[in-house]
């Protein structure tokens, strides 16, 4: 397993931007994927990018496509989550995640969690 940390989360306004950040550590090689989840009250935990450390293949939900962008940068070990054209439905707690199991957007394939960062997109 590897630790993960997010931060960037936050409160902001419907049609702004946040960039979630997700650093990796504790172990010397990089997870195969890096997902970002979301758990909103009375909803289970929804997958929202995920993204590839050799390739930098990535896949988006429906629901964020062309509003949010993942990314990577190898060599400081953080994954990205880039939200725009925020929405009030986008309010929830963002999670980063890693998985060695190869490409999957099943929450419960990723074995490694952050802790969690809120973010709120009011209307």
């Known amino acids: 397993q590897v630790e993960l940390v997010e931060s960037g989360g936050g409160l902001v306004q419907a049609g702004g931007s946040l960039r979630l950040s997700c650093g990796v550590s504790?172990?010397?090689?990089?997870?195969?994927?890096m997902g970002w989840f979301r758990h909103a009250p009375g909803k289970g935990r929804e997958f929202v990018a995920a993204?590839?450390?050799?390739?930098?293949?990535?896949a988006t939900a429906p629901s964020v496509k062309g509003r949010f962008i993942i990314s990577r940068d190898n060599a400081l070990h953080t994954v990205y989550l880039q939200m725009n054209s925020l929405k009030p439905e986008d309010t929830a707690v963002y999670y980063c995640?890693?998985?060695?199991?190869?490409?999957?957007?099943?929450?419960?394939?990723?074995?490694?969690w952050g802790q969690g960062t809120q973010v709120t997109v009011s209307s």
């Open positions: 995640a890693a998985t060695e199991r190869g490409w999957t957007d099943a929450p419960s394939e990723y074995n490694s």
């Open positions: 993204i590839t450390w050799s390739t930098g293949s990535t």
């Open positions: 504790g172990r010397t090689f990089s997870p195969y994927v």
